[in-house]
């Protein structure tokens, strides 16, 4: 067994929190040689509910779960952390304005930012699952000023595997055949699921599905997945949201490459260098690898009309939401 690796979870209580636990402590997210030790945040409310699952964790004899720690203080949680997710938020409730919302989550999101800066290990890799996790991602990397911008990220891997899915079920085909999906901008309704350079056993999935179905239909039920998922569940996405945190951390630490597949990409929101016109310093989603613990967005890409249209709108919801934090005083 290797050196164990710090992971500070936040929203332990919650249900992504519970979902994501067992399969991070059970190796599932670095490997079964990777020893993992768990530092639990929540706040009072949810500590029963945290200290709960810490039962459970250790009834499962887990042999490389090296320790569980619960608190609520920021600073323990994320003192000497290697990877943090955030994943505890503040919902949007009935009435709530945009203007409450990201006060609320800039109330959470700006500490823990500051305790990631000032206790995290100097390695630390954070993904903000709560969301707006776009915006809050960006309010924790601006109380973190020490820490490397790009080692702040939020999720759209669920966005993607949701587009993968989704893609194949129409084309008939096995996941394990598609190829080169996108997930642009924002973790929102306004995200865009990019079926341009997609493929489905080798052939362009826009030979294989409709056009008119990727770029109306497709864009709409990948976007509006989590309210359908609702519909039907009676609640929101939590397993194939834990399962996309693990996977996100995973691919970011570990890297995208395959045996028989060393291209392999993926979605996830990264700060922005500019690439395809995004403005710089914005957490967005983009084509990306990982490699040696670094995400890299893949470049090149050709961006249509009416890609650049959706890509465009996704942003400008990004833009608005920085500007309205930084309105607020929270970044
Ligand atoms: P739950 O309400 O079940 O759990 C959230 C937990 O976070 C609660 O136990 C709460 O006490 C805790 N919490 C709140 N503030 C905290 C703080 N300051 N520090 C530590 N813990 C805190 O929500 P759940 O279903 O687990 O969802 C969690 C978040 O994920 C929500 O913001 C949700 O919107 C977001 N999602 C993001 C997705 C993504 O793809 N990025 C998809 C799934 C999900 O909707």
Do not use: K
């Amino acid at each position: 067994m290797r050196d164990p690796i710090t992971i500070a979870l936040t929203g332990a209580g919650g249900q992504i929190g519970y979902a994501a636990l067992f399969r991070i402590a059970s190796g599932a997210m670095l490997g079964e040689d990777r020893p993992v030790r768990l530092r639990l945040l929540e706040i009072p409310q949810g500590m029963r509910a945290a200290e709960g699952a810490a039962l459970e964790l250790a009834d499962c004899a887990f042999p490389t779960l090296a320790g569980v720690e619960l608190t609520d203080d920021p600073a323990t949680a994320f003192d000497g952390a290697n990877v943090a997710l955030l994943i505890g938020s503040r919902p949007r409730t009935a009435g709530m304005e945009r203007g409450d919302l990201l006060s609320a989550n800039g109330a959470i999101f700006g500490p823990q930012g500051r305790a990631i800066g000032e206790c995290a290990a100097d390695d630390v890799r954070v993904a903000v699952v709560g969301n707006p996790a776009n915006t809050n991602a960006l309010i924790a990397q601006q109380h973190a000023p020490d820490v490397p911008a790009e080692r702040f990220t939020a999720l759209t891997r669920l966005d993607h595997n949701r587009a993968v899915g989704i893609l194949a079920a129409q084309a008939g085909a096995p996941v394990a055949e598609i190829d080169g999906v996108t997930i642009w901008g924002n973790h929102s309704a306004t995200q865009y699921p990019d079926l341009s350079h997609a493929t489905v056993g080798g052939r362009p999935a826009l030979e294989t599905v409709d056009v008119e179905w990727a770029r109306g239909p497709y864009v709409e039920r990948v976007a509006r997945r989590g309210a359908e998922i609702i519909e039907v569940r009676g609640g929101s996405s939590v397993g194939s949201a834990a399962n996309a945190a693990i996977e996100h951390v995973r691919d970011w630490l570990l890297g995208t490459a395959r045996p028989g597949d060393p291209g392999r990409r993926t979605s996830a929101a990264i700060v922005s260098r500019g690439e395809y016109g995004v403005p710089e310093g914005l957490i967005s989603s983009f084509p990306v690898r990982s490699e040696a613990g670094e995400w890299r967005v893949v470049e090149g890409l050709s961006v249509d009309e009416f890609s650049r249209e959706r890509i465009d709108a996704s942003v400008a919801e990004l833009i608005a939401e920085r500007d309205a934090v930084r309105e607020l005083g929270l970044i």
